[in-house]
Nanobody
């Protein structure tokens, strides 16, 4: 399956962005991960294939919301109250297994850059 992430950009601290990830097909659990400068890739959010269950990293809980529209094969990450430490390349991923470890995902998008200025 192919994943295409979009929606990144430059935003001031306190602002909002919505990322999208379009999948070419299939029904998978979907995750968002991010990798900041000189950092390891880290878990951000995950949603199950029906959209009924979501989970978030503590660092984004209450600020980010993940959702999906299976009719459009697209998942979203709404990011509010952005902070400079949210600056990273954001990747979407798809897999049959549920989890917070990048190794549990089988397919990856190309990433979209989010830059939050202070």
């Amino acid at each position: 399956v192919q994943l295409q992430a979009s929606g990144g950009g430059l935003v001031q601290a306190g602002g909002s962005l919505r990322l999208s990830c379009a999948a070419s097909g299939g029904t998978y659990n979907m995750g968002w991960f991010r990798q900041g400068p000189e950092k390891e890739r880290e878990f951000v959010a995950v949603i199950n294939w029906t959209g009924s269950i979501t989970n978030y990293a503590d660092s984004v809980k209450g600020r980010f919301t993940m959702s999906r529209d299976n009719a459009k094969n697209t998942v979203y990450l709404k990011m509010d109250s952005l902070k400079p430490e949210d600056t990273a390349i954001y990747y979407c991923a798809a897999g049959l297994r549920w989890g917070y470890d990048p190794t549990r995902y089988d397919y990856w998008g190309q990433g979209t850059l989010v830059t939050v200025s202070s």
